[in-house]
Nanobody
Framework: QVQLVESGGGLVQAGGSLRLSCTAS????????VGWYRQAPGKQRELVAS???????TYADSVKGRFAFFRGNAKDVVYLQMNSLKPEDTAVYYC?????????WGQGTQVTVSS
């Protein structure tokens, strides 16, 4: 059973930065696809950024140039660096890992950006 744990969320003023981390229960991030998603109140969950296995990192248009998704030195952690945060970035952020029929989500971490 894979477990994903997000951390790093919090309250920040507009223009500020946060770094989210997602830690897995095993060294799985190099053998599957990993992504960050977010869900704002009353809205559908949306993809923020993803790193497919062997592929290039992709970003939602709304975060391009402000967010960076990268792997840590350890194989069981990935990060989402969020800069120039805007109130519309307020949401619960989730980490997701998939490999064939396996699909795991973390519990989410709240990010709140005040204006």
């Amino acid at each position: 059973q894979v477990q994903l744990v997000e951390s790093g969320g919090g309250l920040v003023q507009a223009g500020g930065s946060l770094r989210l981390s997602c830690t897995a229960s095993g060294n799985i991030f190099t053998i599957g696809d990993v992504g960050w998603y977010r869900q704002a109140p009353g809205k559908q969950r949306e993809l923020v950024a993803s790193i497919p296995k062997g592929g290039a990192t992709t970003y939602a248009d709304s975060v391009k140039g402000r967010f960076a998704f990268f792997r840590g030195n350890a194989k069981d952690v990935v990060y989402l660096q969020m800069n120039s945060l805007k109130p519309e970035d307020t949401a619960v952020y989730y980490c997701r890992w998939t490999l064939r029929e396996y699909d795991y989500w973390g519990q989410g971490t709240q990010v709140t950006v005040s204006s």
